[in-house]
Structures are given as C-alpha cells and as structure tokens.
C-alpha cells in the first residue's frame, strides 16, 4: 500500500493484506490522517494481499473514498469471489477503462497478466506497479520469466517487457 497526497487529496494505492499486524493505519496515523480522511483507493489489482486492508469484519474501513477499479479486473473476479469489498464499497466502486481520465492528473496503465485487469497507475514520474514483478533480480534481466500466480503468463512477460521499456529513466 502506498499513499500518495495531491491536490489536498489523500490516494492510497492499493490497502495491503490487513492482517491484525498490518502497519497501514497505525503508519496513516503517525501521519495524521485517519481512514475517513482517504479520498481515494486506486486497485491495482483484485488479490487479497492488495485489497485485504479496505475492510474490517465485512464493513469499509475507508468510509470517505471513492474506489476506482479497471474494468476488465472487476469483470475477471466478479462471479469468481464472495468478495467482503465489493460488498462494502459497492456504491462507492469506479470502474474504468484503462485509458479514461482519473482525478489527480493519474493516468491508468494496463499491465494485464498477473490477473485479468492489472492496472499500474502513473503520476508525472512516479509509478504504482502493484504486482508487475514478482522475483525483480530474476525479472528484470528476463522479463518473460513468470510467478505461478501470474493468470496469462503471455500477458504478464509483455506487461512486464512493456513497463521496463516505457518507465526507463
């Protein structure tokens, strides 16, 4: 999970696993911004490690933000999971396409292959890749090289190709 502040706009990326140890909120607090003060959460991708932080015991944790969400990953995990999120954002979900226009000058970038709708998303210089590498030592010097979590490998080694030649600095 990351957070990014913009535009007097709180965006988190992603949530983490939200695991009783998880350090998100107690890191957000230390920052002075509780969960109702989060405007945004762009998903990268529907995997509960990305996810699992937005709710507790079947309620939003963030009770303010609007959830944006690709299109293509909603439509891949809809009918696959009972999910607790969808549930409790379900009137706050945003659902795009990956070249639509997203609050805070965010652009979505496709990276579809670890799951059917993996979004990194950018803003001017910095990137919020989600799970487009898995093993980084191993995958940048062979991008075609896949995690066995990867849903379309094809996808996901030309995500990965794709990134390294667009992000290079």
């Known amino acids: 999970a990351y957070l990014y502040e913009t535009d007097s706009k709180q965006i988190l990326f992603d949530s983490g696993n939200g695991v009783e140890d998880s350090q998100l909120l107690p890191l957000l607090e230390a920052r002075g911004i509780t969960p109702q003060d989060v405007d945004f959460i762009f998903i990268t991708h529907l995997h509960g490690d990305h996810i699992g932080g937005m709710v507790n015991e079947g309620k939003a944790v963030f009770t303010n933000a609007k959830v944006y969400l690709n299109k293509d990953e909603h439509a891949g995990w809809n009918n696959a999971h009972d999910m607790d999120m969808m549930k409790a954002y379900a009137d706050r979900i945003v659902l795009f396409d990956a070249d ?7 652009k979505a970038v496709k990276a579809y292959g670890h799951t059917p709708g993996h979004t990194m998303y950018r803003i001017d210089d910095v990137v919020f890749a989600g799970d487009i590498m898995h093993g980084t030592a191993l995958q940048l010097a062979n991008p075609e ?3 066995r979590f990867d849903q379309n490998q094809d996808q996901a080694a030309q995500a990965r190709k794709d990134a390294l030649t667009s992000f290079k600095a």
């Not at 639509?100 to 965010?106: A, M």
């Open 145 to 147: 090289s896949c995690a």
């Open 100 to 106: 639509d226009k997203l609050p805070c000058s965010i």
